[in-house]
């Protein structure tokens, strides 16, 4: 029996079409590797990213009122951009850092990886954003039913501005530029 890197007698005798035609195999091979690897990584990357804005990000607090609102004062209305600027720094360093390691380590196909880096680092947007609102505070309009006047209940963590969506993909196209327009040992 003969593997597709050695040819049989058979295969020699069909001629080099029938040699070649194993060939896409092996490419379509190497191309979803590098699928899996790079979407894998970003999925981690996303969860990482996730934990970290939870764990840096003091959302604003809401204060139960008589009766029974929501109410906020300057104080905490300054702090509702905090979850929009952590997910944006962090998405932001996490995204060229990223971005550029999976450049350096996906050299093989250029195009492939960066179509690969858009689509993970959406994907890694998307996870953070979701498990970060898992990890984060409840809304605090299911907990006001509940609550007593002057309780205080955090606001929940999640992005209020749709852009900062666009932070990660944009910063992992900065790192991939940063490994593309580098010059190499062989330049």
Do not use: K
Not at 30 to 44: C, I, K, M, N, P
Request: with cysteine; proline share 6%; charged share 10%.
């Amino acid at each position: 029996m003969s593997t597709p890197s050695t040819p049989s007698l058979r295969d020699e005798a069909a001629g080099p079409d029938a040699v070649a035609a194993d060939r896409p195999v092996a490419g379509r091979s190497a191309v979803l590797h590098d699928v899996v690897a790079v979407l894998g990584t970003y999925v981690a990357v996303g969860v990482v990213g996730a934990v970290l804005w939870w764990l840096l990000c003091d959302t604003a607090t809401f204060t139960v009122t008589r009766n029974g609102g929501l109410a906020m004062g300057e104080a905490e209305l300054a702090q509702r951009f905090n979850p929009d600027a952590w997910y944006a720094v962090i998405a932001a360093v996490v995204g060229v850092v990223s971005g550029a390691a999976v450049t350096w380590w996906r050299s093989r196909d250029q195009v492939l990886t960066s179509v690969l880096l858009l689509v993970g680092s959406a994907l890694a947007a998307a996870v953070m954003a979701v498990l970060g609102g898992w990890l984060g505070p409840a809304d605090p309009e299911t907990l006001v039913t509940t609550a007593q006047a002057g309780a205080r209940l955090a606001a929940p963590l999640a992005v209020d501005a749709p852009a900062i969506y666009f932070v990660w993909p944009v910063s992992a196209l900065i790192g991939a530029l940063v490994v593309l327009w580098s010059p190499t040992s062989t330049d």
